[in-house]
């Protein structure tokens, strides 16, 4: 029987697309992809689209075989019991590990601008027990979450529109220059940015109508896409090839050059609509983990499992020693991430039309 706490719509889907994708690379992408790519870092980025893009097909692919079923479940149909079950654990392990570091980046960033003596693990707590309330609830919450955390966000959006006055195209001449290679590397360091989709493994049985399952994703990361794009077009056309490189916080960094008459510091303005954005994609991480325990152990209590997962998610945010490490770690899960997006979803899908398992009207 359909458990109806746990539907969403195809609206809902499409938020969430860009929940869990857009995080704190809105602050670290620029900085990433500039370093290599250069002017050339907005095709880097074009480049880097299409792996998400090949994800959501490949998603829809396996799950159209298994429409009720979520990865835990049909794993374990493809791969037998307790093989199913430790890929399901791996990805539970992965989902944490990578909520926890987009938690750690996002406490950097507050410690840096507003809180500086405040300790990590008190800030992380602080997170956590908030993000923690939102995860045990169910699949309708966290989407109506993700569509209103949406519309809150674009107040960055306009933002950026507002750097537009200081804009130089020739910052971003001649195309190409900086060579094959480097875009190509440049690519590769906007993995990290454009991860998430692979989680959809886990939201697909909850989406009502699975024909647009397709169209509300492609629609959701076009958004995603659209907006980093403005963002690394607006940051390198402001600063220059050579200083997006070197900018950590690009769009803060971006945000400190505005003056209005009622907002002295814009950083710090910023910071709160920020907020909004960190929150989404660690919900919906941890909230993909939980729920895939749940099915691994076969059993029905979101609030009981938050619990139970929270001293370990918190124990891989307090790992790295410090912000640098944190990247470098965030750079690994970005690699790592290819594996769930792309090669699990299609070994499964070669599993199981080799062993006829599944079907679209199953």
């Known amino acids: ?66 429409p009720d079923l979520t990865l835990a479940e049909y794993a374990e149909k493809i791969l037998g019991k307790w093989l199913g079950k430790l890929l399901s654990l791996i990805f539970v392990f992965y989902g944490l ?67 537009i006055p200081n804009f130089d195209y020739n910052f971003i001449r001649p195309v190409g220059h900086a060579g094959m290679m480097n875009i190509l590397k440049g690519t590769s360091e906007t993995f990290l940015a454009l991860l998430g989709v692979e989680f959809l493994m886990v939201f697909y049985p909850m989406v009502q109508n699975k024909k647009e399952f397709v169209k509300a994703s492609v629609t959701g990361l076009v958004i ?39 907002i002295e510091r814009a950083e710090f303005f910023f910071v709160i609509f920020y907020v909004f954005i960190a929150f989404r994609p660690i919900g919906n991480m941890y909230f993909a983990s939980r729920y895939t325990a749940e099915r691994i152990f076969g059993v029905n209590a979101p609030g009981l499992m938050t619990v139970i ?38 070994i499964l899908w070669l599993i199981a039309v080799i062993r006829g398992i599944g079907s679209k009207k199953e």
């Open 224 to 262: 995603v896409m659209f907006i980093y794009l403005t963002l690394v077009l607006v940051v390198l056309g402001v600063f220059g090839p050579v200083i997006i490189g070197q900018l950590r916080f690009a769009l803060m960094v971006l945000l400190k050059t505005y003056t209005a008459p009622l």
């Open 97 to 163: 590990v990578y909520a926890a570091i987009i938690t750690r980046l996002f406490v950097g960033m507050l410690k840096n601008y507003l809180f500086p003596v405040t300790p990590v693990w008190v800030l992380g707590a602080l997170v956590f027990s908030l993000i923690a309330y939102l995860v045990s609830k169910d699949a309708r919450v966290l989407g109506r979450v993700n569509e209103l955390m949406f519309y809150e966000a674009l107040v960055l959006y306009v933002a950026l529109l507002l750097a």
């Open 309 to 346: 997962l929270l001293p370990l998610v918190f124990t891989f945010f307090l790992f790295p020693k410090n912000f640098e490490q944190t990247v470098a770690i965030s750079t690994m899960i970005g690699y790592g991430g290819i594996g769930f997006l792309i090669v699990m979803p299609l």
């Open 1 to 66: 029987m359909k458990n109806y706490s746990n539907v969403m719509t195809s609206k809902q889907l499409l938020f969430t697309v860009v929940s869990i994708t857009i995080g704190v690379g809105i602050l670290t992408l620029p900085e990433a992809v500039g370093k290599s790519a250069q002017q050339d870092a907005w095709i880097s980025l074009l480049i880097g689209g299409s792996l998400p893009l090949a994800g959501i097909f490949l998603v829809n692919l396996i799950g159209s075989r298994f």
